[in-house]
């Protein structure tokens, strides 16, 4: 017989805080120069005309204007092609 009563240990209390990612500013909406456009891990959306890239890869406008997302080729280093979002800062409405 047991001497103790058995504690069992909870593994399923403890989570992790929320970190907010995704798209801040969509197509056609307007940004001022510091708003964030897209908070994401790694560079799944690259940086145009006028958006600056922060150190965790966050897209950032760097003057004011319109968001605009457009779509760019890249060429991979085995010569295979892969279509890239990409989003811009345009002045005018365009």
Sequence with gaps: MAH?????????????????????????????????IVRQRGTKILAGKAVGIGRDHTLYALKPGFVKFTQKRKLNFDGTTTVRKMVNILDARA
């Design 4 to 36: 103790k009563k058995a504690q069992g240990a909870a593994k399923n209390l403890t989570d992790s805080q929320p970190k907010y990612l995704g798209t801040k500013l969509y197509d056609g909406q307007t940004a001022i120069a510091g708003s964030i």
